[in-house]
């Protein structure tokens, strides 16, 4: 825990980056950040093919959580692009369980949610932003700069009501990587308190333990919201990167 002499709390040193794997990590700057990546990645695939290896007709649960996986992504792509999702399906795929499984990792002790740092989650936004524009530009060219010009509006609110649709369009990179950040880095602040205070409160005498136990209580209730948020945060970024390419394929 960062509680330095059970005395104080440091919520925040739980996200300092450090070199993972001894002198290979210190040699490239391989972080935990990294290594944590690179788990969610494998954790993804063995879903993957270990759950479709028997391709049985009466899936297991291994098969069937595969099964379910693909289909509620596929779902996903279909019903807020429309056909042309299918195209789409392997990109929200790989973004929605690559966030999913880096935001469940981060629950266990000792390990490291490396999209509670801005630098991860604002790559992954900038990048669904540059796909979205590329996916309009190929499909619309030039005609995909009416997006910006709302149709029916006064030749004298134009420039003004171009201006604001610019800026809406240059904030999903935000939105997109400030939400997933932001609700991720402070669920994981409100467990270290509360588990802080655990420790705190347990060691300074018996008196102090029904407060102990209260806390104890309310960060194992934090870890069942924590996983709530995870799956959402994973879910809304998916979906509203599905949102942005209707936008693109379609223009409006």
Same mark, same amino acid.
């Given at each position: 825990?960062?509680?330095?002499?059970?005395?104080?709390?440091?919520?925040?040193?739980?996200?300092?980056?450090?070199?993972?794997l001894g002198a290979i990590g210190h040699s490239?700057?391989?972080?935990?950040?990294?290594?944590?990546?690179?788990?969610?990645?494998?954790?993804?695939?063995?879903?993957?093919?270990?759950?479709?290896?028997?391709?049985?007709?009466?899936?297991?649960?291994?098969?069937?959580?595969?099964?379910?996986?693909?289909?509620?992504?596929?779902?996903?792509?279909?019903?807020?692009?429309?056909?042309?999702?299918?195209?789409?399906?392997?990109?929200?795929?790989?973004?929605?369980?690559?966030?999913?499984?880096?935001?469940?990792?981060?629950?266990?002790?000792?390990?490291?949610?490396?999209?509670?740092? $801005?630098? +991860?989650?604002?790559? @992954? %936004?900038?990048?669904?932003?540059?796909? =979205?524009?590329?996916? /309009?530009?190929?499909?619309? #060219?030039?005609?995909?700069?009416?997006?910006?010009?709302?149709?029916?509006?006064?030749?004298?609110?134009?420039?003004?009501?171009?201006? $604001?649709? +610019?800026?809406?369009? @240059? %904030?999903?990179?935000?939105?997109?990587? =400030?939400?997933?950040? /932001?609700?991720?880095?402070? #669920?994981?602040?409100?467990?270290?308190?509360?588990?802080?205070?655990?420790?705190?409160?347990?060691?300074?005498?018996?008196?102090?333990?029904?407060?102990?136990?209260?806390? @104890?209580?309310?960060?194992?209730?934090?870890?069942?919201?924590?996983?709530l948020v995870a799956t959402l945060q994973a879910?809304?970024?998916?979906?509203?990167?599905?949102?942005?390419?209707?936008?693109?394929?379609?223009l409006h």
């Open positions: 825990m960062a509680a330095e002499g059970h005395s104080s709390i440091d919520a925040l040193s739980q996200f300092a980056l450090e070199p993972a490239v700057n391989f972080t935990q950040a990294n290594l944590m990546m690179v788990a969610a990645s494998v954790l993804v695939l063995a879903l993957l093919w270990i759950g479709m290896r028997p391709r049985a007709m009466v899936p297991g649960r291994l098969q069937a959580a595969a099964e379910m996986c693909y289909e509620t992504v596929m779902s996903m792509c279909t019903e807020q692009i429309g056909h042309e999702g299918k195209k789409f399906f392997p990109i929200v795929f790989c973004l929605f369980f690559f966030i999913l499984f880096g935001n469940f990792i981060g629950v266990f002790p000792y390990f490291f949610t490396f999209t509670s740092h $801005i630098a +991860v989650t604002l790559a @992954l %936004s900038s990048f669904v932003f540059i796909l =979205v524009t590329a996916v /309009a530009l190929e499909r619309h #060219g030039l005609h995909f700069f009416s997006y910006f010009v709302p149709q029916g509006i006064p030749a004298v609110l134009a420039p003004l009501m171009v201006l $604001i649709e +610019v800026i809406s369009y @240059l %904030s999903r990179i935000i939105s997109l990587s =400030v939400r997933l950040f /932001a609700n991720m880095m402070a #669920g994981h602040v409100m467990l270290e308190v509360f588990g802080s205070f655990v420790v705190m409160l347990g060691g300074a005498g018996a008196l102090y333990l029904f407060p102990a136990g209260l806390s @104890l209580v309310v960060n194992v209730a934090l870890i069942g919201f924590e996983l879910y809304v970024f998916a979906i509203l990167t599905c949102i942005y390419l209707h936008d693109a394929v379609h």
